[in-house]
């Protein structure tokens, strides 16, 4: 509305917020993998989660002491999400506008509520913004580390066929396969998919071990989408079917979360087994 606005009286639009990938990506750099799984986690639960939010509600919440006290009430291991998110844009979008003044033109700013007080707070001093759009450079680690973990897992494997022969090699290899798929297809069979997509769980499993982009939670529930398209109403009734747990399999948008999540759990859960079968093979050869 405000671009649409500005078009109709000729004014010179600029837009002021950073690229959204680049707040998005600083913000998943700057927390550790287990507040990841709880952000991912608290993503996930919020899409079932039926609300009813009012006008009047909205309202109130644009308020000053409103909006800090829901920042106060952040749990502290999204509070270096929240200095990305908000507090890095509150300095980012107050230099923009600083910026755009040096024209020596009226500037008339429209931004989100939640970033009024904070650029009120910066507008007045000059920052040097460029480091907010740095992106953490990758390591040697982060580069190679796709291909380090299942490197050792193969290593360990040839180790076995090395000192075991090659029908103890074998025989391992069988189980590896079987216990992986068929425990993510187990998965996939318990949220109700498509045999299709129980077939493709199972051969994903073990591959997934080796190629990071191969996983039978992902490629499962690509079929199954593919297969059975969740329709309008699907999406419609999604806070109401998750009030009861048949409702998830009822509704096959909430079911296709089931297959992309249970094929993967179980998967998981062959990759302990076999990880901890192979350490007790090679314990009685070496």
Excluded at 72 to 97: C, F, G, H, M, T
Excluded at 129 to 143: G, H
Excluded at 155 to 160: H, K, M, P, W
């Amino acid at each position: 509305m405000a671009i649409y606005e500005g078009e109709k009286i000729g004014a010179k639009i600029v837009p002021i917020d950073r690229e959204v990938s680049t707040t998005l990506k600083r913000a998943w750099w700057n927390i550790g993998i287990f507040n990841r799984l709880f952000l991912l986690s608290a993503l996930l639960t919020s899409l079932f989660v039926k609300e009813d939010i009012s006008e009047e509600k909205i309202e109130e919440m644009k308020s000053e002491d409103v909006l800090k006290d829901l920042f106060s009430q952040l749990p502290k291991r999204y509070e270096s999400i929240k200095n990305v998110i908000i507090d890095e844009r509150d300095s980012y979008l107050a230099q923009k506008i600083r910026n755009s003044a040096k024209e020596g033109k009226k500037v008339f700013a429209v931004v989100g509520a939640g970033h009024l007080q904070g650029i009120l707070n910066h507008v007045q001093e000059e920052r040097d913004i460029s480091k907010l759009d740095e992106l953490p450079k990758k390591t040697v680690l982060d580069r190679w580390k796709g291909l380090l973990i299942p490197g050792i897992f193969l290593g360990l494997i040839l180790t076995v066929f090395y000192f075991g022969g090659r029908q103890q090699g074998q025989e391992f290899v069988l189980r590896w396969i079987l216990v992986k798929g068929c425990l993510a297809a187990l998965g996939a069979i318990i949220s109700l998919a498509h045999p299709l997509s129980v077939i493709l769980a199972f051969l994903a499993a073990p591959i997934g071990n080796f190629n990071p982009i191969i996983k039978p939670g992902w490629i499962a529930a690509l079929c199954e989408s593919w297969l059975r398209k969740p329709l309008v109403e699907d999406f419609e009734r999604i806070a109401q079917d998750s009030e009861h747990w048949k409702g998830y399999w009822k509704n096959n948008v909430i079911r296709i979360f089931l297959v992309f999540m249970l094929p993967q759990i179980g998967s998981s859960i062959g990759t302990f087994i076999v990880t901890a079968d192979l350490f007790r093979v090679l314990r009685g050869l070496i």
